[in-house]
């Protein structure tokens, strides 16, 4: 595994990057500097001597996290302290919300004609993946719609990025039902379904929810989440959009992403083909970088505890739909109810549970809890607004 390490310092005021990497034995290192949201950088000679950092240089980083500040963060550059902690607002020029850990991953699916394919066949280039079912009254055909029309967008642009539907409705969603429901929106969307097992695997691949509701056979209504993940092949997940952001917002943002990962690649490519005369060595480079960037992917930040500010947010919202008549005995009772919420921020109803109560009992507590349960449901919204990296810390509360 070859090492590669980031340094972030600022030279005159022109923050810059310095990617220092190891490649078949063989030493290099490219510094980048950002203006805007482009990259500009030049790789140095393959044999040199790395040449002293800046005296205010951060502390290097493991390989798989200082690729993934390069290539995922995508011309994002940063002061020493936002590398060491969470992702802060000069890591995010391209509008990024989160670190890469544990979302993403293979898939084997049908397409609309009954055809398998797997996240290989479907993932050839940047692509929007979506998660929801046919017979969706409403928010799956809203959300895909805004999908394809931020992919529009980036055609525009002479980008070329690709939405996929994926239901989470294998029963009624048969291939050639999928086929229907996607032509209706748009001819480029690609729609898949395939065995439960099949979208049971590709939902926690990407730790999306769904549940089917109960009610007729025919007519029943799925709860699933409404993230689009934005993937490349190769580095995988880079982002995440919520559904309430604007088609035009989505596409500047992965236009954003594209044009940081090209400039990046255009960068190594360029130099190393001026330096060796071939494209051996860029193609080295970028093998290493993918590399490194698996590694960041393998290396997820969700054991991150919660700040007591996002505790004490969360708990304030809940409370503030608490309602219980001051009169009544429940009002002295206090409750622990435990409840489980899915990746985007909203409680599974069924998993609400009493933990255990203080200061009555019987119906009294029956009332307080029941009032309780009512809080944490109406005060969700579309999802409280948790951070998606430290999924496994809230997802059950």
């Not at 393959?46 to 205010?56: A, D, I, K, L, Q």
């Not at 039902?177 to 097992?197: C, E, K, N, Y």
């Not at 005369?277 to 505890?305: E, F, W």
Request: hydrophobic share 35%; with cysteine; proline share 5%.
């Amino acid at each position: 595994m070859p090492f590669s390490s980031v340094w972030a310092y600022e030279v005159e005021g022109d923050l810059r990057t310095r990617l220092r990497l190891v490649v078949n034995g063989e030493r290099f290192h490219a510094d980048f500097r950002c203006e805007g949201q482009r990259l500009f950088g030049d790789l140095l000679a393959w044999n040199e001597p790395t040449p002293e950092f800046p005296e205010h240089e951060s502390d290097t980083l493991n390989a798989g996290f200082g690729a993934f500040l390069i290539l995922n963060e995508r011309g994002a550059f940063t002061e020493p302290k936002d590398i060491k902690g969470s992702i802060s607002p000069s890591l995010q020029a391209c509008g990024v919300n989160t670190e890469v850990g544990g979302i993403g991953g293979p898939f084997t699916l049908l397409d609309a004609y009954g055809q398998t394919v797997t996240d290989k066949d479907v993932i050839t280039g940047p692509t929007l993946i979506y998660f929801g079912y046919s017979l969706s009254p409403d928010v799956t055909p809203i959300d895909l719609t805004r999908n394809v029309q931020a992919v529009d967008l980036l055609h525009q642009k002479g980008q070329d990025v690709t939405a996929v539907f994926i239901s989470v409705d294998p029963d009624r969603d048969k291939p050639s039902v999928i086929g229907d429901f996607v032509s209706q929106i748009d001819d480029g969307l690609m729609g898949l379904t395939g065995t439960q097992v099949q979208v049971e695997e590709a939902v926690q691949a990407y730790r999306a929810y769904y549940r089917r509701q109960s009610g007729d056979v025919e007519s029943y209504l799925v709860d699933h989440s409404t993230f689009t993940y934005l993937v490349f092949p190769e580095a995988g997940f880079v982002e995440f959009f919520r559904r309430e952001l604007p088609a035009e917002e989505v596409a500047a943002r992965v236009g954003c992403l594209i044009d940081a990962a090209n400039s990046i690649e255009g960068v190594l490519e360029s130099d190393s083909r001026e330096q060796n005369g071939s494209i051996d060595d860029a193609n080295a480079i970028a093998d290493a970088l993918r590399n490194a960037l698996k590694d960041a992917q393998k290396g997820s930040h969700s054991q991150t505890p919660l700040t007591q500010g996002e505790v004490d947010g969360f708990r304030s919202t809940v409370q503030d739909c608490w309602v219980v008549d001051v009169g009544s005995p429940a009002a002295d009772i206090t409750v622990t109810v435990g409840f489980d919420m899915d990746p985007t921020g909203r409680v599974v109803s069924s998993s609400v549970r009493l933990l255990s109560s203080e200061g009555g009992s019987g119906s009294d507590v029956d009332i307080a809890f029941r009032a309780a349960r009512r809080a944490i449901l109406r005060c969700q919204g579309d999802g409280y607004p948790l951070p998606i990296s430290k999924y496994d810390n809230w997802k059950s509360s």
